[in-house]
């Protein structure tokens, strides 16, 4: 089976794209977390935008919640220039990350496709 994600780095529009999709397991969140840090390492994330395709992402386990938060804390502590998460087509998904960015106060915009995203 493949990856879960792609992350896409476009140094020219200073976008960092992510595409999640499908139900994460515990060994897809590690790869994601290392691979993520990885390009995040290569740049200065406060002049690039951050885009979190999340309109794939399947709801999660209750215990999975604690990985969506610590991702988006990740999100965070990079202090990209700005941060746009793509709702998921997945009602309960799209509840699921809802809950968790209003309970961390996390700091995003919101767009409803990808076109919408890269003109925010």
Known sequence: MGKMYDIILDKEKKILFVRASGFFKE????????EFQT???T?????????????????????VIIDI????N??????FKKLVIINSTFPDSKKQIDNC???MNFKCVFAS????AYNL
């Open 101 to 103: 960015t209003k309970e």
């Open 113 to 116: 496709s990808v076109e919408e």
């Open 69 to 72: 938060k610590f991702v988006l």
């Open 43 to 63: 740049i200065n994330p406060s002049i690039y935008k951050l885009i979190v395709d999340a309109s794939e992402q399947e709801a999660v386990e209750p215990h």
């Open 39 to 41: 390009i995040v390492n």
């Open 27 to 34: 060994e897809d969140t590690k790869l994601y977390f290392s």
């Open 74 to 79: 990740l999100y965070s502590n990079a202090s």
